[in-house]
C-alpha cells in the first residue's frame, strides 16, 4: 500500500489542491460516482495565505465527514479500505 507521505503521492494531492481532477479527495474514487449526491466540492481559504483557496472534492458526505474530522483531530488519517 503506498503512504500519503510518500514523495509522488504527497506531489499529487498537493497539485490536486490547486487543480481537482474529479477524484474524492478522501478514498481517491470517481467524485461523481453516487451522482446526484457528489462531487461535494469545499474550497477552504485563510486570511493569512495572501488569498489562496484550495480545493477539496468529496465523493458523498461519509468521506466529506471523515476528512473534517481529521481536520478538527478527531482522529488521524486512515486510509480508504480498498485502497
Request: include cysteine.
Amino acid at each position: 500500500m503506498t503512504k500519503i507521505t510518500d514523495p509522488p503521492q504527497l506531489e499529487r494531492r498537493l497539485r490536486r489542491l490547486q487543480e481537482p481532477d474529479g477524484c474524492c479527495y478522501y478514498c481517491e474514487q470517481p467524485a461523481n460516482q453516487h451522482h446526484p449526491v457528489g462531487p461535494i466540492v469545499v474550497r477552504v481559504s485563510e486570511p493569512d495565505d495572501c488569498g489562496e483557496v484550495w480545493t477539496y472534492e468529496f465523493c458523498n458526505w461519509e468521506c466529506l465527514g471523515h476528512w473534517a474530522a481529521v481536520q478538527a483531530g478527531w482522529e488521524s488519517y486512515r486510509p480508504p479500505l480498498d485502497a
